[in-house]
């Protein structure tokens, strides 16, 4: 039997043999297969989808509903604010940031 507990600042990302299923939100789990793994990552700041797409993760709507998606066209900039104060810029690209506790905002400036 497997044990996982994660904390209330980190969420986990349970997989079935490699393959993503869904979030789990804070607390104690148990798992009872050796197919099962989970990828505790941090949920303060910037999502980066372990070794998969983004859509991938997107998929599963209590992790959706958890995460700022900003789309950063070509030939823009985007700036990004949390919590109302300037945090970076963005290059084009697709960005997602947890937004479990903070607020984020994007605002793009074209370059063109």
């Not at 079935?16 to 793994?37: A, D, T």
């Not at 030939?75 to 960005?95: K, P």
Request: proline residues 4%; glycine residues 8%; hydrophobic residues 40%.
């Amino acid at each position: 039997m497997m044990t996982i507990t994660i904390k209330d600042s980190e969420r986990g990302l349970l997989s079935k043999n490699g393959v993503f299923v869904r979030m789990l939100l804070p607390g104690h789990h148990h798992f009872f297969s050796s197919r099962w793994s989970v990828d505790v990552v941090d949920a303060e700041y910037l999502f980066v989808p372990p070794g998969g797409d983004l859509d991938t993760y997107l998929a599963d709507p209590a992790l959706a509903a958890e995460l700022y998606v900003s789309e950063v066209p070509d030939q823009t900039l985007g700036l990004h604010y949390a919590d109302g104060r300037f945090d970076c810029v963005l290059r084009s690209g697709r960005f997602a940031f947890w937004s479990t506790h903070h607020t984020h905002e994007t605002r793009m400036v074209d370059m063109r």
